[in-house]
Each structure stands twice: as C-alpha cells, then as structure tokens.
C-alpha cells in the first residue's frame, strides 16, 4: 500500500505562482511513476504532468512551458511548480502514484487550486 498526501494549493491571481507537494508513504519502493491529474468541474480527470523513475516526464499541452514536475526520491516527494496560472488551470488537482508490482493507481486526496482575479 501506498498512501500520498498532497498540500499546497489555494487561491491565486491570474499570473501567479503556486507549489504543489506530494509526499508517499508506505511500499514507496514500488513505486515506478508519480505525476498529477487535475479534473474541473464538469470535466473529466485528466493528466497534467507525471515523471518516471528513469527520468522521463510528461506535460499535457496546455502546461508545457509553464508547470514543471520534480521529485525528491529521498523525501518520497513529488512536487509540481505552477507559474503563469491562467483561470482554466483551476481544478481539484490529485497526486498519483504507480505501483510498478502490481499496476495499482494510488491517489491523493486532492487539493483545490483556483485561478482568480
């Protein structure tokens, strides 16, 4: 088992910066990739950003050049710095994390990131 416990987000203005932090506890040895959906309102979960074990990252379009997604293996931490929010970045956003033994998705209890003059 895995537990993530995200902290982080908040109300922000248009423009500004936020950090969000997910810290894994538990068989975090199993872990093979971290990475963070968000879902808006009405929409469906979608990926925003997720790094491997071997380096690899991703970034869904809409936040390439602007999210960047890190991890601190010693800490079990996966981190994802926001700059230049827009308000179509607000959403509830979830840390996710995959168990390289089993193929199970682990997930965070959310935290709500707003975008708003």
């Known amino acids: 088992q895995v537990q993530l416990v995200e902290s982080g987000g908040g109300l922000v203005q248009p423009g500004g910066s936020l950090r969000l932090s997910c810290a894994a506890s538990g068989s975090t040895e199993r872990i093979i990739a971290m990475g963070w959906y968000r879902q808006a309102p009405g929409k469906e979960r979608e990926l925003v950003a997720s790094t491997t074990d071997g380096g690899s990252t991703y970034y869904t379009t809409s936040v390439k050049g602007r999210f960047t997604i890190s991890r601190d293996n010693a800490k079990n931490t996966v981190y994802l710095q926001m700059n230049s929010l827009k308000p179509e970045d607000t959403a509830v956003y979830y840390c996710?994390?995959?168990?390289?033994?089993?193929?199970?998705?682990?997930w965070g209890q959310g935290t709500q990131v707003t975008v708003s003059s």
């Open positions: 996710n994390a995959v168990d390289g033994t089993t193929g199970v998705y682990y």
